[in-house]
């Protein structure tokens, strides 16, 4: 498997998932609530798609979008910490089994409630991979277009949502709208036992000129040398079926008590809990992935509710027939363009964390200016430039806000800093905006007002990354010479958050 091959594998599963995103807010798939109004006479819309299927009132609609993060947030942080002892491939496979069976259960969903349990599933084929893609390019991109590289993973984050407008918008005019989510299964598939059978590539550890790790087998640093002297040295029938040279093997092939394997297996999960907690202390204690997260938030609150509602306020608000496909292909287009122009300029001006922090604030404030206005425009021509304008600035960060949450942590913990920069965006960002949004235009009635409130917070995001920018020591990340924390670490938080718990720690032999 070449880092090409690879990198071109991501992006399909990465559009895949994004083209769901889309389908869920299209408006043949969304649809709209049957509902008369009565003017000079009386006009009826009758229901269609899930809105019309299920009766949902807008603030309930918008409660689907933000289901399937559940299932993300939780599962996330839980894949970042098993790549480290399993691999890789194989968890994303069993993701994206999971996703496969979910959207299969979105299209035979006979209420609202089964609807939002099955998007809470499909989250866990996102988090699969969500928080390895990234390290693995990271790690394999050529230097000098490593943000090239993840700006080409990242722009199918809107090329997927896009084809998903347009996708959702086509289907349901020769089928139902249950048949958008058995089709998106069926292209899901491939990827499943692609997960299942492909050879993984390794994580490159940071140290130079060191053979990098192998992800499934970094566990076994953790085995401390008497029980490494132990398993090579035991003999026996289990070791005469099966070779035990892998040391997950071997743990299980030795004739200790059951009660001393059973401490050593509450032993290792102990230590396993540690350092997830020391890795997690470091991420946030760390200023410049913090205040990037921050920023990071309030742009996904902004882009997640544009890619639900976009379609929906653009139909009403100027009258579009084809809104679906005009918002999907302005999406898509100035999703590649921004997001690819985005990578390849901060590669030519140097991909510092600085430079990158003013990059994002410069690119999302005058964005938010653009998006603001084409709300503003009376004319459909005009809505379309002056959105695609902003959609281009916006897009174009996309590169180097990943190169920060990369570049400013150590190799050993990018893949929880990415798992946990995806919890914080979502369950501060775009898990609430959706139904916030839903709820004010319940309230106002009116899609200019709420969408040019929801714009006001990418003012937010550009404040926090200009200050990002000021901060002092910033330029550079200083990978550290280890992937693993010693135990002394690991003993110290765990004491730590005992004794903030009340609770004994017992002291360690000393050696």
Known sequence: ??????????????????????????????????????????????????????????????????????????????????????????????????????????????????????????????????SLAAPFIDNYAPPHKKSMWLSMFYMCIPAGVALGYVYGGLITQVFSWRMAFVIEALFMLPAVVFGFLAKPL?????????????????????????????????????????????????????????LATLLQGVKRCGKSVGAFLVDLKEL?????????????????????????WGPRAAKIVFNMASADEVFGADTVLTGIFGTFCGGVLLDRIGNTISKAFGLCAISVFFGGILCIISFLMKSQLAFIVFIALGEFLLFAIQGPVNIISLGCVPPREQALSIAMGTVAIHIFGDVPSPPVVGYIQDQVHDWRISMVLLSCLLFVASMAWAAGSMM???????????????????????????RAAGVKTMPQPQS
């Open 1 to 130: 498997m070449t880092p090409k091959r690879l990198l071109v594998i991501f992006c399909v599963i990465n559009l895949i998932n994004y083209v769901d995103r889309g389908v869920i807010a299209s408006n043949g798939v969304n649809g709209v609530r049957g509902n008369c109004t009565q003017d000079s006479h009386i006009i009826c819309q009758a229901p269609l798609g899930i809105q019309g299927d299920f009766d949902l009132s807008d603030a309930q609609d918008g409660l689907l979008p933000s289901a399937f993060m559940v299932g993300l947030l939780v599962a996330s942080p839980l894949f970042a910490e098993l790549s480290k002892t399993w691999n890789p491939f194989r968890l994303i496979g069993i993701g994206l089994g999971v996703w496969t069976l979910a959207v299969l259960g979105c299209g035979v969903a006979p209420g609202f409630y089964f609807l939002a349990v099955c998007r809470m599933f499909v989250g866990v084929g996102e988090a699969s991979f969500v």
């Open 202 to 258: 390794q994580f490159k550890s940071g140290m130079g000129g060191q053979k990098p790790v192998d992800p499934s087998t970094i566990y076994s640093d953790a085995l401390d040398s008497s029980e490494q002297a132990m398993g090579d040295s035991e003999e026996g029938e289990a070791g005469a079926q099966m070779s035990v040279r892998h040391p997950m093997l071997r743990r299980y092939s030795t004739k200790k008590p059951f």
């Open 284 to 308: 946030l204690t760390n200023g410049v992935y913090v205040i990037n997260a921050v920023g990071y938030t309030f742009y996904t609150a902004v882009i997640g509710a544009y890619a639900f």
């Open 472 to 498: 002092p020591n910033n330029t550079s990340s200083t990978p550290s010479s280890s992937g693993h924390h010693t135990d002394e670490e690991i003993n110290a938080l765990l004491s730590d958050t005992g």
